[in-house]
């Protein structure tokens, strides 16, 4: 379960935000909706831990994330946590699968290349693990970094804009994969987005 209380950010000579308070419990799912400018991406970033917030505090399954030093936080982060990006990065030397196996190894996961072919064969991507990120499409490359935040069976997983440069027929189809995975795994998802075509799909939802 996430949560956070009395969350607020400033940004050094720039703006500042105070945010209501979020609740997403074990296996839910949360839309936090709002236009360019109210702070979604920093909001996500803050609960990614990526940001520390000015005041306020964020606790994940009991953990306060908001107290954990920054090494602590990097661990716990990649043992608990997946995120899809707006834009998907990833290294351009190694191959689809050895993207995946990345980030495990650096927060010292337990993951094994059978989990990750596995991910990739859930979202019809599996012939692609051996080659470059690189050659892949636009939507092949997205479903890659579904896969990759999602085959370490995070706790919670984290969207940012994933649809907002897609058509209707490609934003539904990313939204039932990540909603479908995220149940596969028994993980909570929040999307943060200003699209709102997503508006009337979630009735636990928060706007900005």
């Known amino acids: 379960m996430l949560q956070t209380r009395n969350l607020k950010f400033t940004y050094h ?20 909706l709002g236009e360019s ?23 994940l399954n009991g953990e306060v994330t908001t107290s954990m030093s920054n090494k602590e936080l990097d661990r716990f982060r ?7 990006f707006q834009t998907a990065h990833f290294v351009k030397s190694l191959s689809v699968l050895e993207n995946m196996m990345l980030a495990p190894y650096c927060s010292g996961k337990t993951a094994t290349k ?4 596995e991910a990739l064969e859930r979202l019809n991507i599996g012939e692609k693990a051996n080659n470059s990120v690189y050659s892949l499409s636009v939507g092949e490359q997205q479903r890659v970094a ?30 039932h994969l990540l909603e479908e995975q995220s149940k596969e795994i028994g993980s909570s998802l929040i999307i943060v987005t200003h699209d709102q075509r997503m508006k009337d799909r ?6 900005l």
């Open 13 to 32: 000579h720039g703006p500042s935000f105070e945010f209501p308070d979020v609740h997403c419990g074990n296996a839910e799912q949360l839309l936090i």
């Open 37 to 59: 400018g109210k702070g979604k991406t920093t909001l996500l970033h803050l609960l990614s831990g990526m940001l520390k917030p000015s005041s306020g505090e964020v606790s």
């Open 78 to 84: 990649g043992q608990n946590m997946g995120i899809v």
């Open 114 to 117: 059978r989990h990750a072919l």
């Open 146 to 175: 579904i896969a990759r935040a999602v085959f370490h069976r995070p706790t919670l997983l984290l969207a940012d804009e994933p649809t907002s440069a897609l058509d209707d027929r490609h934003a539904s189809e990313v939204m």
């Open 202 to 207: 979630y009735n636990n939802r928060i706007v």
